[in-house]
C-alpha cells in the first residue's frame, strides 16, 4: 500500500512518498523485522569456552586418635584415609595448535584429575602446564585437533560502559553466556597478597563460571573470569575478571617456564593518597610514592630515591600501588621498564632492569614435616636480610614435591602462619602445630607479599 502526504512549508509544495508494507498480509507475521541479537557473536566464540571437571582429594573426617601420626605408626595404620571431592569451573582454549586453556589456579589447584569437555561433548584427560597463584591463572593442556580458540583482545583498550558478554560453567549445569558492561577498571583489596588489577563487571557471574572467558563485541577475549562477591558467593551484579594483558603475560612465562619467574625492582610503594601528597607537598593524587629503595637494587642504580612519585610505567598511567605492582609481577627478568616519575616539580623519565630475585638462602636449612621437600632456615648475621627483615627463608624445595606444588619457591621468606608473625625457625613450627585443617603462609618473594593457602 504507497500513502502520499501533502507538506506544505513557506510556501513550497513538498510530495512525500512512504512506502509501508502491510503488516499484516496474510502470511507473513507481525514481528517479521529484523531483531537486534547476540547470537551470532555467542555462536562464534563459544566452541572456545570449555567445561572443566577436577577430582581432588581430601582427609576424611575420623577418630582424632587417627590423626595422631603416633597412634597410626604405634598400630601399623596407613595414612589417613582421603575422599575424593569433584568441583566444576570453566576454561578458554587460547591455543588451537597446542591446545593451550586457560582457567584459575583456584580451579585446578591440589588436582588429581582434570577432565575438559567442549561445547560438542568430547571430553578430553588435560595435563597442568603450571599454575600462578598470585594471579589466580592456570594453564592446562589437551590433545587434541579441530579445536576453537578464542583470540586475545586489548583489555589495556577497555573502557567503563563497553558492552561484555560472560560465558562459563555456572554451578556445573553447562555451557551459559550472560551479558553486562564494564562497570569498573583496576580493581584491588580482594587479596592484599595477590597481583590484582581486576575488571569489574555486572554480566552475571557465579560459581562454576571461574576460568571462563569475559568477551567483548568484537569476539575477543578480554577477560577470564575470576571472582564474585556476594553474600551468599552467587550473583549480585559485581563480578571481576583478570584482564587479558595479564592472563596472557602468565600464559607465555608458564608455557616457556611452567611457572611465573618474577623479578624486582627494590623498592615499597605506597598509594598517593591525600595525607600522602600533603606530606610530600604535591597536590595530585593519581601515582605510586616510592616509601624506601633498598640498598644495591636495580632502582637505586637507575637513581630513584624514597619520596620519588611514579606516574606512568611504559607510557601508562599509573593511580595506585597495586597496579605498579601487578604490573612489575609480570615484566620478565631482564626486561627493562621505563617509569615517569616525579620528583618535587621536576619530570624525570627513569629505565630500570628488572633484575632476578636475589639468592637469599644459606645452608641446608630444617626439613618442614607438614610440607615435605621443603627446607628452611633462619635470617643469620651476615646476611643482607640481617635485622632488615623478619622471618625464615626457604633454603630449598624439592621440584613436584608437595611443598612446590603448592606454589613455594627457593628464596620465599615466610613471615607469618594465619597472619601471625614468625621470626624463628621453633615459632614456625610451633605455629604449624595442631593445625587440624588449612592454613595460610603469607611470605615475601622479590618485592611482593604472597599469601599460599595450604589444606
Not at 23 to 34: E, K, T, W, Y
Not at 286 to 295: E, F, M, P
Amino acid at each position: 500500500m504507497i500513502h502520499t502526504l501533502l507538506l506544505i512549508a513557506r510556501g513550497t509544495l513538498c510530495v512525500l512518498v512512504l512506502l509501508v508494507a502491510p503488516a499484516l498480509h496474510a502470511g507473513v507475521p507481525a514481528d517479521s523485522r529484523v531483531l537486534p541479537t547476540l547470537a551470532p557473536l555467542v555462536s562464534q566464540v563459544t566452541p572456545a569456552v570449555v567445561n572443566i571437571s577436577v577430582v581432588t582429594r581430601s582427609p576424611m573426617e575420623d577418630n582424632p586418635l587417627l590423626r595422631d601420626p603416633f597412634f597410626r605408626r604405634f598400630f601399623n595404620l596407613p595414612d589417613r584415609p582421603q575422599r575424593r571431592e569433584q568441583a566444576a569451573g570453566s576454561g578458554v582454549i587460547v591455543d588451537a595448535a597446542h591446545g593451550y586453556v586457560l582457567t584459575n589456579h583456584h580451579v585446578v589447584k591440589d588436582a588429581d584429575q582434570v577432565l575438559v569437555t567442549l561445547k560438542d561433548r568430547r571430553q578430553f584427560q588435560a595435563r597442568i602446564v603450571g599454575t600462578d597463584p598470585g594471579t589466580d591463572v592456570a594453564v592446562v593442556q589437551i590433545e587434541s585437533r579441530d579445536l576453537t580458540a578464542l583470540r586475545f583482545g586489548d583489555s589495556d583498550q577497555l573502557n567503563v560502559g563497553d558492552y561484555v558478554i560472560a560465558i562459563g560453567n555456572p554451578f556445573g549445569i553447562g555451557q551459559t553466556v550472560t551479558s553486562g558492561i564494564v562497570s569498573a577498571l583496576g580493581r584491588s583489596g580482594l587479596s592484599p597478597e595477590g597481583f590484582e588489577d581486576f575488571i569489574q563487571t555486572d554480566a552475571s557471574i557465579n560459581p562454576g563460571n571461574s576460568g571462563g572467558a569475559l568477551v567483548n563485541l568484537r569476539g575477543e577475549l578480554v577477560g577470564i573470569n575470576t571472582a564474585i562477591i556476594g553474600p551468599s558467593g552467587g550473583n549480585v551484579g559485581i563480578g571481576f575478571a583478570v584482564p587479558s594483558n595479564m592472563a596472557r603475560a602468565v600464559l607465555n612465562q608458564i608455557v616457556k617456564y611452567g611457572e611465573v619467574r618474577r623479578g624486582r625492582l627494590g623498592i615499597e610503594m605506597v598509594d598517593l593518597n591525600a595525607e600522602v601528597a600533603k606530606k610530600l607537598g604535591v597536590s595530585i593524587l593519581d601515582g605510586v610514592a616510592i616509601a624506601a629503595v633498598q640498598s644495591g637494587s636495580p632502582a637505586e642504580k637507575a637513581g630513584l630515591r624514597e619520596r620519588d612519585i611514579v606516574v606512568a610505567m611504559n607510557g601508562r598511567s599509573l593511580h595506585a600501588a597495586a597496579e605498579l605492582r601487578a604490573r612489575l609481577a609480570l615484566t620478565p627478568v631482564g626486561e627493562d621498564v621505563d617509569l615517569k616519575t616525579l620528583r618535587g616539580s621536576e619530570t624525570r623519565n627513569v629505565r630500570v632492569k628488572i633484575a632476578p630475585l636475589q639468592p637469599v638462602s644459606s645452608g641446608e636449612g630444617q626439613a618442614v614435616p607438614q610440607l615435605p621437600g621443603m627446607r628452611v632456615v633462619e635470617i643469620e648475621r651476615g646476611s643482607p636480610l640481617y635485622q632488615r627483615i623478619q622471618g625464615l627463608i626457604i633454603a630449598g624445595v624439592d621440584e613436584n614435591s608437595r611443598a612446590w606444588q603448592a606454589g613455594f619457591r627457593t628464596g620465599d621468606i615466610i613471615y607469618a602462619i594465619n597472619r601471625k608473625r614468625i621470626r624463628t625457625v621453633a615459632e614456625f613450627f610451633s605455629a604449624l602445630r595442631g593445625i587440624e585443617r588449612g592454613y595460610a603462609v603469607s611470605l615475601l618473594r622479590g618485592d611482593f607479599n604472597v599469601s599460599i593457602v595450604v589444606r
